[in-house]
């Protein structure tokens, strides 16, 4: 079968035109022969990643592209810092492939970049981090191994949508639940982060850049070891010196009523669990507004931030969440968010030859439509640790947020952090 037809959740996310941008920073060979058959076989093996966005009678449909549009490696030589801030800001064109893989080498030839970018309406965070890894589990099969690893079936079948894996609900109390949300949304409207870029941009102005946060791995164990002496996750820690450092870009010493979204990742919390192999978003969000005033001390914050949600994923309001996705163009309040933090846990980078190193590891998600006219939006921050150390990536557009203004948040957040991992 050619085409699989969009299911209404990820519909949505055809309008957004968001995306993940994974990459590797490498020191060492890379035989780019092996590299480009290792994304023709997860390619091969995925047809999401060689699909393609078209209409049809529902509204959209993925199709899979003639075998001449497949996307293929690409590589070039170019400086490397260059190089990630132009793919970072590089669309995946509508009506083309879902996946781009860019291998950039230096002029030195022993340092390279590697870039894998995947539409979201395909993808979600841990996904994209286990096509990564696959992707390298088959290069080193072939540079390293007699029988490389081989893709079967020729013609997989597509991935269903994860809206269609949910377990079985009652409309009524799907319809309530959507009530209940609307009614909060009214009465607690959040503040968003006011764009410091006035006046606003006009169109095509500004690109995405990123401020990153890292922590090394003797600070991320000690950050580990604060949340569980107070009872709380990391996540939940992360998100509260985020609030703080929000609130203090507010005018006012009043409590102030901002919004924490966390995305929440429904592959484990599904019957069967979904594997992270396939290539579909099965992630849902939590949004908790809460007072947050000057004087709001992290921990508190962070236990109000850690109770709410276990007690929303408990109740099993996180499949709701995924029922009610559709209503979301209707009722926008649903997921406004003075900060999103995202949250995809420890996982592993991954396993190359002893010929080659991986340098450095990242996810960072872009989008393509940004407004600067709006003047105001979340603060997006994506937190992820390959290998055991902290890394917390800030995107932004320069047309909304200045980089003074995102590396001044980064700093602060930073020090609030470092702050959390030092206490007694």
């Known amino acids: 079968m050619h085409h699989r037809a969009l299911c209404?959740?990820?519909?949505?996310y055809v309008g957004q035109r968001s995306r993940a941008v994974l990459s590797c920073t490498l020191n060492g060979r890379v035989d780019t022969e092996a590299l480009t058959a290792a994304y023709d076989a997860v390619t091969q093996a995925n047809p999401t990643l060689r699909s393609h966005i078209v209409a049809d009678d529902a509204g959209h449909a993925l199709a899979l592209l003639d075998e001449a549009d497949r996307p293929r490696l690409e590589t070039r030589t170019?400086?490397?810092?260059?190089a990630y801030a132009t793919e970072l800001n590089r669309p995946l064109t509508v009506g083309g492939p879902l996946s781009r893989a860019v291998l950039v080498s230096a002029p030195?030839?022993?340092?390279?970049?590697?870039?894998?970018?995947?539409?979201?309406?395909?993808?979600?965070?841990?996904?994209?981090i286990t096509l990564l890894n696959t992707l390298w589990d088959h290069y080193r099969s072939r540079v390293t191994d007699a029988q490389p690893l081989t893709v079967h079936p020729e013609d997989p079948a597509w991935p269903q949508p994860v809206s269609t894996l949910l377990p079985p609900a009652d409309e009524a109390d799907t319809a309530a639940y959507?009530?209940?949300?609307?009614?909060?949304?009214?009465?607690?409207?959040?503040?968003l982060m006011p764009y410091d870029v006035t006046p606003p941009a006009g169109p095509g102005e500004g690109r995405i850049e990123v401020r990153r946060l890292t922590l090394d791995t003797e600070q991320t164990t000690a950050l580990r070891?604060?949340?569980?002496?107070?009872?709380?996750?990391?996540?939940?820690?992360?998100?509260?010196?985020l609030l703080k450092t929000a609130r203090a870009r507010l005018e006012g010493d009043s409590p102030r009523t901002l919004g924490c979204m966390s995305p929440v990742d429904l592959r484990?919390?599904?019957?069967?669990?979904?594997?992270?192999?396939?290539?579909?978003p099965a992630v849902t969000t939590h949004l908790q507004t809460l007072e947050v005033g000057?004087?709001?001390?992290?921990?508190?914050?962070?236990?109000?931030?850690?109770?709410?949600?276990?007690?929303?994923?408990?109740?099993?309001?996180?499949?709701?969440?995924?029922?009610?996705?559709?209503?979301?163009?209707?009722?926008?309040?649903?997921?406004?968010?003075t900060v999103i933090v995202t949250n995809m846990g420890v996982v592993p980078g991954p396993r190359l030859p002893e010929v080659l190193r991986a340098v450095d590891v990242r996810l960072v998600p872009a989008r393509e439509h940004y407004?600067?006219?709006?003047?105001r939006s979340p603060v997006m921050a994506c937190v992820v640790s390959f290998e055991g150390r902290l890394s917390i990536e800030f995107p932004h557009h320069t047309a909304c947020f200045s980089p003074s203004f995102m590396r001044a948040f980064r700093d602060e957040a930073l020090a609030g952090l470092l702050a959390l991992a030092s206490a007694d």
């Open 294 to 337: 000057t004087d709001s001390a992290p921990l508190d914050l962070a236990r109000k931030v850690h109770t709410t949600l276990s007690d929303a994923l408990s109740s099993g309001a996180h499949f709701h969440e995924m029922r009610i996705t559709p209503e979301i163009p209707r009722n926008p309040a649903l997921q406004l968010a």
């Open 371 to 375: 407004f600067p006219q709006a003047g």
């Open 178 to 191: 959507l009530d209940q949300r609307i009614t909060h949304t009214k009465q607690h409207p959040v503040e």
């Open 8 to 12: 209404p959740v990820e519909k949505l």
């Open 108 to 128: 030195n030839g022993t340092d390279h970049l590697f870039v894998l970018v995947v539409d979201h309406t395909v993808t979600d965070g841990h996904s994209g």
């Open 268 to 280: 484990s919390r599904l019957t069967p669990p979904l594997p992270p192999s396939v290539m579909v």
């Open 225 to 241: 070891t604060t949340a569980r002496q107070a009872g709380v996750s990391v996540h939940a820690l992360i998100a509260a010196i």
């Open 78 to 82: 170019g400086e490397l810092t260059e």
